[in-house]
C-alpha cells in the first residue's frame, strides 16, 4: 500500500495539483484517501528518497520546490543518461527493437497537439529506449529522474511551438537508430533533454516561481 499511495502523490504532483512548496497535511491525505497515518508516512519517507518531497521535523512534508541550479544539474545528469541509452540503442537496432520502439513515435506523433498527452508520451519513450538498451540500472535511474522533473519537462512542452520543435528532434532520433549511428542518436537525444531543460527554465520564470538570479534564463529576442 505505501508504494501505490507514493504513486498516486507522485502524479499529482507531476500534475500540479499538489504545488511545488506547498505543505502535505496527513491529516488531509489519510481522510482523503480513507488510510490510517503510518502508511502515508512510509509514502512521504518513499517520496523523500526520490526527491519529490522534503519532510522536515516538526513541520512535515512539503513538496520539493527545486531552485534553478538544481533544476540544471538534474536536467544536465538526465541528458548524460538518455544520450547513453540512445547511443546503445542504435549499435543494437534491429528488427526487434524496430517493432518496440516505432510505436512510441507514432503515439508522440498523435499526440503533439496535446501538451498533457505528449509530455507523458515523451518520457514514456525515453524510458522504453532506456529499457532497448539492454541495461536494467540505466532504466532505473532514468525512472527515478522522470518523478523528480516530470512536472518541470511537462512545463518545458507547454507551447505548440515547443513540441513541433521535440517531434522534429524525435523523427531525427530515429532516423539516427535505422542508420546504425551512434553519435548522432546520442547527440539527438541529449538535445531533447537540454532543449527541454532550457524551456522549462523559461517557463518558471515567466510563471514567477523563485529560482536565484544567476539562473534565471536570458531572455529571449523578439
Known amino acids: 500500500m505505501p508504494a501505490q499511495i507514493a504513486d498516486w502523490i507522485a502524479a499529482e504532483i507531476v500534475a500540479e495539483r499538489f504545488a511545488p512548496g506547498q505543505r502535505l497535511h496527513e491529516?488531509?491525505?489519510?481522510?482523503?484517501?480513507?488510510?490510517?497515518?503510518?502508511?502515508?508516512?512510509?509514502?512521504?519517507?518513499?517520496?523523500?528518497?526520490?526527491?519529490?518531497v522534503t519532510i522536515t521535523p516538526q513541520r512535515g512534508a512539503r513538496v520539493?520546490?527545486?531552485?534553478?541550479?538544481?533544476?540544471?544539474?538534474?536536467?544536465?545528469?538526465?541528458?548524460?543518461?538518455?544520450?547513453?541509452?540512445?547511443?546503445e540503442v542504435a549499435r543494437r537496432w534491429d528488427a526487434?527493437?524496430?517493432?518496440v520502439l516505432a510505436p512510441c513515435l507514432r503515439t508522440l506523433e498523435d499526440r503533439v497537439a496535446d501538451p498533457v498527452g505528449y509530455a507523458a508520451a515523451s518520457a514514456a519513450a525515453?524510458?522504453?529506449?532506456?529499457?532497448?538498451?539492454?541495461?536494467?540500472?540505466?532504466?532505473?535511474?532514468?525512472a527515478s529522474f522522470a518523478l523528480q522533473i516530470g512536472r518541470y519537462?511537462?512545463?518545458?512542452?507547454?507551447?505548440?511551438?515547443?513540441?513541433?520543435?521535440?517531434?522534429?528532434?524525435?523523427r531525427a532520433l530515429?532516423?539516427?537508430f535505422r542508420a546504425g549511428d551512434?553519435?548522432?542518436?546520442?547527440?539527438?537525444?541529449?538535445?531533447?533533454a537540454?532543449?527541454?531543460?532550457?524551456?522549462?527554465?523559461?517557463s518558471v520564470a515567466e510563471r514567477g516561481e523563485h529560482l536565484p538570479p544567476r539562473e534565471r534564463p536570458a531572455p529571449r529576442s523578439a
Do not use: C, Y
Not at 489519510?30 to 509514502?43: D, F, K, V, Y
Not at 526487434?96 to 517493432?99: D, F, K, P, T, Y
Not at 525515453?126 to 532514468?142: Q, V, W
Open 126 to 142: 525515453a524510458i522504453e529506449i532506456a529499457r532497448a538498451s539492454g541495461n536494467p540500472r540505466l532504466t532505473e535511474m532514468l
Open 27 to 52: 491529516k488531509d491525505l489519510s481522510e482523503q484517501l480513507g488510510i490510517s497515518r503510518a502508511p502515508l508516512r512510509e509514502a512521504l519517507r518513499m517520496l523523500e528518497t526520490r526527491g519529490m
Open 96 to 99: 526487434r527493437l524496430e517493432a
Open 174 to 176: 530515429f532516423e539516427a
Open 182 to 192: 551512434e553519435m548522432v542518436a546520442e547527440s539527438l537525444q541529449r538535445l531533447l
Open 194 to 202: 537540454t532543449e527541454n531543460r532550457d524551456a522549462a527554465l523559461r
Open 64 to 87: 520539493t520546490l527545486l531552485s534553478g541550479e538544481e533544476m540544471t544539474h538534474l536536467f544536465e545528469i538526465r541528458a548524460v543518461l538518455v544520450g547513453l541509452a540512445a547511443r
Open 153 to 170: 519537462t511537462r512545463l518545458g512542452l507547454s507551447t505548440q511551438a515547443r513540441r513541433d520543435r521535440s517531434i522534429g528532434n524525435w
